[in-house]
Structure formats: structure tokens, C-alpha cells
């Protein structure tokens, strides 16, 4: 009788398929899985599909002049496209409402991170990892005023921190129900100064530092990806293409 030899799982990536293969194959497969979360996140709100986009660029800058490798700024930024995906569960007409939530709504509003975590988890993808943890922490605030636990300071992921701190800039210069669109140095002067709503105590000290000092780029940045037309997605799919490794 022919014995046919136990194969493990592993071997196809050693012998089937080049072990690289197998690797930038599976690394493809799991920003496929981002992009397709943030066209399920556009259909859902137009406008956040365009802000996702915007967030991963400005992301970008600040995790490279942060100082990160070039592989972990771009897990960083394409897992920041992300961040917002618990808004799904989020009803439009609270998302879009034009004026105050009410207690109830508000409620329902912070639950968002939590939501987001609990789509991402129990992943074995770095990449999936990283945007969970950006999803869950990043409306925590440095001095402990955030939600959903009211981390502070270490506590909170540092790709989280970066990540707030490009959320809250895309907001100031995007138009809002409760707001009208703020220029270039209104938005730095509100990040620096603060005001009704938003403190410089909500940011790492050393990341609104690293703004102050490039803040240029992100006007650069936002103006180039604001121009842009046709859907976000489309814009996604280039930006969350995986670069090979060098």
C-alpha cells in the first residue's frame, strides 16, 4: 500500500509557493481587507470615506518625522483609514445631525471605539492589530479627558496619539454640522491655544511639538488630497497599497 506522506500546512509556503511569495501574498490579502472596510465605511457616510483618506496622508508625515522606520509609519498610516469604522453602527441622521447630540445620541457616539475594536479583533495580522488598537484609543486624551476609558498619557498607544492629533486637524478644516470649515492657521491656532471644545492638554506635548515645527506640511498635505475628486476609495486603493519591503 502507497503511504502518502504528511504534508504540514506550512510546507505550501515552503515548497508550493516561494516563502516571500507566500508572505507579500498574505500582507496583499490583508490590505485588501482594509480597503474594502473603508468602502463599506464610505457607503455608508460619503464624507467619512474622504476624511479616512485624508487621515492616512496626514498621518504619513507625522509618523515619519516621529521617527518610525518606513514599514511601521506605513502600517501606522494605512491602519488609520480605520479608525473611524465603528461609525458604521452609528445611525446617519446622528452622524450628520445639524446641531448638539442630546444625551442619548452622544452616548451612542462614544461607542464607536469600542464597536471598531470589536470588528478588528482576534487578528493575527500586525496590520489588523494596529489599526484595532488606533480604533479603540483614538478619542483618548493625553491628559485623560478622552473616551471610551479615559486613558492618559502612556497609556495610550502612540499610534492612537498621532492619529488623534491628524483627526482633530482634518476636523478643524473640514466643514461640520456645528461648524463652518477653518482655514490653515485658524486650526493651528485652535490646536495651540484652544478653544470650547478642544485643549492642547489633549495632545502628547512631544507630537504637538513635532507639529509646531511642520505644520506646514499638513496645509500642504490636506489642500493636495481636498482637491482630489470622484471616491475616496478609489483614492484609498492607492494610498493603502502595501510598498515592498526594502
Request: with cysteine; hydrophobic share 35%.
Amino acid at each position: 500500500m502507497n503511504v502518502v506522506p504528511f504534508k504540514h500546512p506550512r510546507d505550501r509556503g515552503r515548497r508550493g509557493m516561494p516563502a516571500r511569495l507566500a508572505s507579500s501574498a498574505l500582507q496583499t490579502a490583508y490590505y485588501e481587507t482594509v480597503r474594502r472596510l473603508v468602502r463599506a465605511a464610505e457607503l455608508h457616510d460619503l464624507e467619512t470615506g474622504a476624511h479616512l483618506c485624508r487621515i492616512s496622508h496626514l498621518v504619513s508625515v507625522l509618523a515619519q518625522h516621529h521617527g518610525f522606520a518606513r514599514q511601521q509609519a506605513e502600517m501606522i498610516r494605512t491602519s488609520a483609514a480605520l479608525h473611524d469604522i465603528g461609525k458604521l453602527a452609528v445611525a446617519r441622521a446622528i452622524l450628520n445631525k445639524p446641531g448638539p447630540l442630546n444625551s442619548g445620541e452622544w452616548r451612542l457616539m462614544r461607542q464607536h471605539p469600542v464597536i471598531g475594536a470589536g470588528l478588528l479583533e482576534g487578528t493575527l495580522s500586525p496590520l489588523l492589530h494596529c489599526a484595532r488598537e488606533i480604533a479603540l484609543s483614538h478619542h483618548e486624551h493625553w491628559d485623560g479627558s478622552g473616551y471610551p476609558f479615559g486613558l492618559s498619557g502612556e497609556e495610550i498607544p502612540v499610534s492612537a496619539r498621532i492619529v488623534m492629533l491628524c483627526d482633530q486637524y482634518d476636523a478643524l478644516r473640514s466643514v461640520r454640522p456645528y461648524k463652518p470649515a477653518y482655514d490653515h492657521d485658524t486650526a493651528c491656532r485652535i490646536l495651540f491655544e484652544g478653544d470650547d471644545r478642544t485643549r492642547p492638554e489633549h495632545f502628547d506635548p512631544r507630537l504637538l511639538d513635532l507639529f509646531r515645527r511642520i505644520h506646514w506640511r499638513f496645509d500642504g498635505v490636506w489642500k493636495r488630497w481636498k482637491r482630489r475628486h470622484g471616491p475616496s476609495f478609489t483614492l484609498l486603493a492607492e494610498s493603502c497599497t502595501p510598498h515592498p519591503a526594502g
